[in-house]
């Protein structure tokens, strides 16, 4: 079998799977798990096999024209190189793990057959993205996957939170669609194809006439799909889905796909150096702004959302200073060790009654409970630090030594200033992530108080997973040099300096972060013991009475979730003491701000929510009582007119008689009156 009819299968195969879930998930539903897993493992299987043909050679390129068009013509085509094919593999391994995850995590859930389905479908979607060789095709995957991502969502569509969640997350990634959907009209108009290829050939050729209009325009798309600023508020919201589906979204579909179009469409970028300083700012904007975030947050959810914003700030830094090798291989390695945090957080969540950081560090004994998760989440958040030798540290050093090679002005593609601006922000972020990290492993798994449940092991689909996705988050930055013949030969390599600055930042930021954490430790032993009376007046007693009561309010609402609900034993008892959090000295009176996401969503909420509802309550008011006025006018007439004519209506003949012989009588003298004028005329 050719290499392009594998690849072909790898997407198909778990649409088909997508496909007979839904149409066998009642009648059959024993057939859902095997439908849900097999499908997509064999595709992983065959994409692995396409991977291994494909060898980081040449690309191989096949098309058919689907339909005439009469002008730019419409192609269904494929484009294998290398980046695609190994982005191929992490979309595989991931959504296997994530299938198979899910047939424990969600055993109990009366939707699991269409929760599945939609999976299988999510993940043919992205691997129909990933494989195109044509924008309009690379189109329709690329909104499936919206589609199925507000399903997903709201799997949990009896709460608010969900239903909210699953909304502002179509529509906010559909505000840059539209946008990119222009753009991707603008490219195609001008290299007179949507094939990719040829439009690659073009952007060579300098055949572009607004290449800095067509990049900002598909910039807008991006921004909305890989929740970049300032369309990345929706993604933290995403957590009120099921926790595998956070994984997928995170680690190898969605989000990853806005990247990966910038990867594969670079020289389009590339040929406007105002476009890439524009992606510079945003990817610096969002890496540092994530990062602050994630240290206030209290959901761990919440946490590794912002996380992911800001790693995939990390991946378009690299692309905006001309280097999509760097990008790629940070995509995949953050693919694998995000994918283990967000799987390893459902078994915390599943074995605590909670996804409440606050409710977790006031149990004692939680690693011991979940050695599994323990151990894997500790390898995760290693490589998310980027200490060597895990993942993490080689992918995100070839982003600094991309920036750093810029910075010194030796691209030919981006400016000095993208790569400066890109480095600043990247070392800066490397110590936020390794605070934050810190900060969720020692809430986690070092708390103190109440013994955590205890529910017996947790099921081998669940920590079975977590075991495999340990060995890319560990090993897969050691592959640096054998992927480079994937990634068009590009070294990938740390230098010293990027290796000094990066890995320098990210201890300080631990070191800080546990000095901290045991000066937050030792205050919250000492405070439930002292005087309340005396301490009355107390600034610093106000406000830490404040910081227990939100934490005892987070934790409670955490329990309550419906996704907490379905897939733990019970609930523990929420503690009233504090919290030991070193994320609020950290930050101090940033972390208020931190929070909520320094307020985005109430400005937009007062820039454009509020404005449209408004403009749509006057339109409504100008519909009903202008337009309608205008309505009931036009009818008001022949309807009175209609009541005078009915009351003649009596159904008395003598009345009848009596208004002939009268018209009779008018008549005769209208036309006797008339006869007279004519004569005397």
């Known amino acids: 079998m050719s290499t392009p009819t594998l690849a072909v299968l790898v997407p198909l195969l778990p649409f088909l799977g997508a496909l007979a879930g839904l149409l066998l998930g009642r009648t059959a539903p024993g057939f859902v798990k095997p439908l849900a897993v097999l499908p997509t493992l064999a595709a992983a299987v065959i994409a692995v096999l396409v991977a291994f043909r494909q060898g980081g050679g040449k690309a191989i390129d096949t098309a058919t024209e689907l339909t005439p068009t009469g002008s730019v013509p419409i192609e ?35 939707r699991y057959p269409s929760y599945a389905a939609l999976v299988s479908l999510f993940t ?44 502002k997350a179509f529509l906010v990634t559909k505000l840059g669609d539209v946008p990119f959907l222009i753009g991707l009209f603008a490219l195609a108009t001008d290299a007179g194809s949507f094939r990719i290829t040829k439009i690659l050939g073009t952007v060579a050729a300098g055949g572009l006439d607004h290449p800095t209009l067509i990049a900002l325009l598909l910039l807008a798309g991006v921004a909305g799909k890989s929740a970049q600023f300032p369309l990345h508020t929706w993604l ?50 969002t890496m540092v702004g994530s990062a602050l975030a994630a240290l206030a947050q209290d959901d761990i959810k919440r946490v590794l ?39 390893g957080a459902g078994v915390i969540i599943h074995a605590a009654g909670t996804n409440s950081l606050a409710a977790m560090s006031r149990m004692d004994g939680l690693a011991k409970r979940i050695p599994d998760a323990f151990w894997t989440m500790t390898i995760a958040l290693l490589a ?97 040099g054998p992927l480079s013949d994937f990634f068009d030969g590009r070294e990938l390599t740390p230098s010293l300096t990027t290796s000094v600055l990066g890995t320098g930042a990210a201890a300080v930021g631990a070191v800080l972060t546990y000095a901290l954490w045991q000066r937050a430790q030792a205050q919250a032993a000492l405070a439930p013991a002292a005087p309340s009376g005396a301490a009355a007046g107390s600034h610093a007693t106000a406000g830490a009475t404040a910081a227990v009561s939100a934490a005892v309010v987070a934790a409670e609402s955490a329990a309550e979730s419906p996704e907490v609900a379905e897939v733990t034993h019970d609930h523990p008892v929420v503690s009233t003491a504090p919290a030991a959090d070193p994320g609020r000295a950290l930050l101090g009176p940033l972390h208020r701000h931190a929070a909520v996401g320094f307020h985005l969503d109430a400005v937009y909420d007062r820039l454009f929510v509020r404005p449209v509802r408004a403009t749509a309550a006057l339109v409504r008011f100008l519909d009903r009582e202008v337009v309608d006025s205008y309505v009931r006018g036009a009818g008001l007439g022949p309807r009175l007119l209609g009541g005078l004519v009915r009351r003649a209506q009596t159904g008395n003949v003598q009345s009848y008689l009596s208004a002939l012989l009268a018209g009779a009588v008018v008549l005769a003298i209208a036309t006797a009156v008339l006869a007279n004028v004519n004569a005397g005329s």
């Open 76 to 110: 269904l085509s494929l484009h294998l190189d290398g980046f695609a094919v190994m982005v191929a593999v992490l979309v595989g391994l991931v959504a296997t793990c994530v299938q198979i995850y899910s047939t424990a995590y969600l055993r109990e859930d009366p």
């Open 305 to 343: 959302a912002y996380s992911t914003i800001g790693q995939l700030g990390y991946m378009t830094g690299a692309l905006a200073v001309g280097d999509r090798a760097a990008a790629v291989f940070h995509l995949l390695s953050h693919g694998a060790f995000k994918a283990l945090l967000f799987l």
């Open 384 to 480: 998310l630090a980027a200490f060597p030798p895990f993942a993490g540290f080689f992918s995100k050093e070839a982003v600094l030594v991309a920036a750093e090679h810029t910075a010194g002005g030796h691209s030919e593609l981006a400016p000095s200033a993208a790569g400066w601006v890109v480095l600043v922000a990247g070392v800066l972020t490397a110590l936020l992530t390794a605070a934050y990290a810190t900060r969720l492993w020692l809430m986690a798994f070092r708390g103190r108080g109440a013994a955590a449940p205890d529910h017996g092991k947790e099921p081998v689909a669940m920590t079975g997973v977590l075991w495999l996705l340990a060995i890319p988050s560990v090993g897969f930055g050691l592959l640096a």
């Open 236 to 285: 933290p919201d995403a957590m009120a889905g099921p926790t595998p589906v956070s994984a997928l979204i995170h680690a190898a579909t969605m989000v990853a796909a806005g990247v990966y179009f910038v990867a594969r469409l670079l020289p389009v970028f590339a040929a406007s150096r105002a476009a890439l300083v524009v992606l510079a700012v945003m990817a610096a904007v």
């Open 124 to 167: 043919s979607a992205m691997l129909l993205v990933v494989y195109s060789g044509d924008l309009m095709v690379l189109l329709v995957g690329w909104e499936i996957m919206g589609i199925c991502s507000y399903f997903l969502v709201g799997h949990y569509w009896e709460t608010e939170a969900a239903r909210s969640a699953s909304l």
